[in-house]
């Protein structure tokens, strides 16, 4: 209160022409309710006197007053908008140059959620408290002085019978008014804390679900909303005893003046004047009494609050816990190759090294053991000789449908890729190529068939397991807010500078980090053009220990040069790769091409391919035709 008056006088202070006005229109009201019950009063006593013609005169007169009640209303509603809707209009302005300013010194990632909270549903409740609290206070003033007025005017006995039950249940009512806005103001910065909880998981969702926060971010959430809901039971409580308050000195005066009748017959008050006392009673002062105790224990308290939360220091918006870096799982380690090389994690002696190292180039297998891998539709299942190594990548007849009545995007695909290959997975568009990573990434369940990486079955397994069979990066490239080295460490956060500085350079990240500011210093996403984005999420694809790297069309904002250079250096990581192409180049880097031809699929070199597959040389054809033509 001691907060919000200063702002409160400043601002009726400056409307003073609007207030006369509304108590003019006000007086004319009180001068109706005066009218109607001494009109009653009058006329019932003159039919009881045998005078009907008086009384009916009486009678027109209470008729009168009751009619002028319609005018009289409108011309209060016409003042108060002069008091309403200057104060919404101010608010709002305040709300937004508070909003403003804190944005101004926060930086433009500080943004203030509670604003739009302030700027619609708390001004409003304002405006409409406000318009409510005025219309009742001034309502009940002159209303219930027309109406003590006129129970004076009939016999001053009648205040002694109505006035105590009328004032006690007052000063009951008015006790419950602190801990009333208490409680409001309690469910107020409830809802606030439960709204910015809800607008920063929404806006974090990604990072909650890489960094596996969702449980600790629900946890909170339902924190919030079991604060809300006790909130607003106290606040239902309290209302509750307002209530009966209301009760009290709402009705206590009726039942008093009803048994006082006797003791007032006695001192010679007549029944015109009882029945007058009564129209004063239930016609006036108990619907003003009402309507006061009810705004004010409703409309003023939420005006208070609201007011206070507008106009008052400015409130930071609780903090919601970060979600914290998960540990990268303990990759699981590539079987042994034919030649006794087990393929290895990236690390500082391993990034750069040759891929083809100790391998028979001449004979075409992989050189980290893995073999021509080969594809056919529907069976086969030829890697599963004895002895030989688990499938860097196995698909066993494999089915997908996105819907039960859905034609299959896939039907019945058999794949094998042996530990160490790099693969190029080319289609039209549409055809299936996304879906096929995100199956062996394990984020879609296949509806029939199965899928391993590494020998295990994907589907179902937990993210942290999928985290450190495979490193799969999509179109859109992912980066969030935090440094250079954060982001590009993300699956390895173990990893040196010395190793990070060697990721960079492969990868062609080094401008970008210098132009940044350093490894140290902060990214902000929506700053990055799409290509740096790709670039800052393949140098954490390859620093990733997961031995399969699944690259879906990751590079096709880079330009070729920049895509080569990306692609070669991913391709020496040791480790698999399935790269979906967007250039030719892409394709003929790779070690075998997997062409996805609707529900058929061929899989051979690209010489092979040429030779074999009409929808290939289409492809190729429009690779060299077309804007994306660079081979
Ligand atoms: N979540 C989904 N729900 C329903 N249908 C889907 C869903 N995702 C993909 N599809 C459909 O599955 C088919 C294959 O889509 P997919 O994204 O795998 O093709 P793509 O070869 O990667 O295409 P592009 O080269 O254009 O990216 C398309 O017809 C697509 O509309």
């Known amino acids: 209160m001691r907060r919000v008056a200063p702002s409160a006088r400043r601002f009726l202070g400056r409307r003073k022409g609007v207030l006369v006005r509304l108590a003019l229109w006000s007086l004319a009201e009180s001068g109706q309710a005066f009218l109607v019950g001494y009109g009653v009063a009058h006329a019932v006593d003159a039919f009881l006197a045998g005078d009907t013609r008086r ?113 006690g249940g007052l000063a009951l009512f008015l006790v419950t008014l602190r801990p009333m806005a208490a409680a409001q103001r309690r469910a107020l910065a409830a809802d606030e804390a439960l709204g910015d909880h809800a607008a920063r998981s929404r806006a974090a969702l990604r990072d909650l679900t890489a960094c596996g926060t969702g449980p600790e971010a629900e946890r909170r959430g339902g924190e919030l909303v079991a604060d809300a809901a006790a909130a607003a039971r106290l606040l239902a409580g309290w209302a509750a005893v307002r209530t009966a308050a209301l009760g009290v ?41 009402h309507t006061l105790m009810t705004a004010l224990g409703t409309a003023g308290a939420r005006l208070l609050v609201v007011l206070d939360r507008i106009l ?16 990268v799982p303990v990759p699981v380690p590539v079987p042994a190759a034919r030649d006794g090389v087990r393929p290895t994690p990236a690390s500082p002696a391993a990034v750069g090294a040759d891929r083809t190292g100790g391998a028979d180039p001449a004979g075409g297998t992989d050189p980290l053991g ?25 698909l066993r007849s494999v089915t997908l449908s996105y819907g039960v009545r859905a034609e299959p995007v896939l039907d019945s695909l058999d794949l094998n890729v042996a530990p160490g290959e790099h693969l190029a997975v080319v289609g039209p568009s549409g055809i299936g190529k ?58 390895r956060p173990d990893a040196c500078r010395a190793e990070l500085d060697a990721a960079a350079r492969a990868l062609g990240l080094r401008p970008l980090i210098e132009r940044l500011g350093g490894l140290d210093a902060p990214v902000r996403p929506a700053e990055l053009t799409h290509g740096e984005r790709q670039l800052v999420a393949l140098t954490r694809a390859y620093l990733s220990p997961a031995p399969l790297l699944l690259l879906d069309e990751a590079t096709c904002h880079l330009d070729p040069a920049s895509e080569a250079r990306a692609e070669e250096a991913l391709a020496r990581r040791p480790g698999t790769v399935l790269v979906v192409a967007h250039r030719l180049s892409s394709a003929v880097r790779a070690d075998r091409v997997l062409v996805l031809d609707g529900v058929e699929a061929v899989c051979g070199t690209h010489e092979e391919l040429l030779d074999r597959s009409p929808l290939y040389r289409d492809l190729t054809g429009h690779w060299h035709a077309g804007p994306l033509g660079q081979p």
């Open 55 to 167: 009384g009916l005169l009486w009678l027109a007169v209470a008729l009168v007053a009751v009619l002028s009640g319609a005018p009289v209303v409108r011309g209060v509603f016409a003042q108060l908008a002069g008091l309403t809707e200057p104060l919404r209009d101010g608010l709002v302005r305040h709300a937004v140059d508070r909003s403003m300013a804190r944005a101004a010194a926060t930086g433009s990632g500080g943004t203030d959620r509670a604003a739009v909270s302030r700027l619609t549903n708390q001004v409003e409740i304002a405006r409409d408290s406000f318009a409510g609290l005025v219309l009742t206070l001034r309502s009940f003033v002159f209303t219930a002085a027309g109406a003590l007025l006129g129970l004076l005017s009939l016999a001053p006995a009648l205040l002694v019978v109505v006035l105590p039950p009328l004032a």
């Open 370 to 394: 893995g073999r021509p891998a080969d594809v056919r539709l529907p069976a086969g299942d030829a890697h599963r000789a004895s002895g030989r190594p688990a499938a860097a990548v196995e």
């Open 312 to 327: 008052g220091p400015d409130s930071a918006p609780v903090p919601m816990p970060m979600p914290e870096r998960v540990p």
């Open 249 to 289: 000195a709402g009705h206590l005066p009726v039942l008093a003046l009803l048994a006082a009748v006797p003791w007032l017959r006695g001192r010679g008050v007549s029944a015109g004047v009882l029945l007058g006392a009564f129209t004063y009673l239930v016609q006036s002062l108990l619907p003003a009494l």
């Open 434 to 491: 996304s879906t096929l990573t995100r199956l062996i990434a394990g984020t879609l369940a296949p509806s029939g068939g199965e899928v391993r990486v590494a020998g295990r079955p994907v589907t179902g397994r937990p993210t942290a397991e999928l985290a450190a069979l495979r490193v799969l990066v999509p179109q859109e490239a992912y980066v969030f807010s935090g440094t250079v080295g954060e982001n590009i460490a993300y699956l």
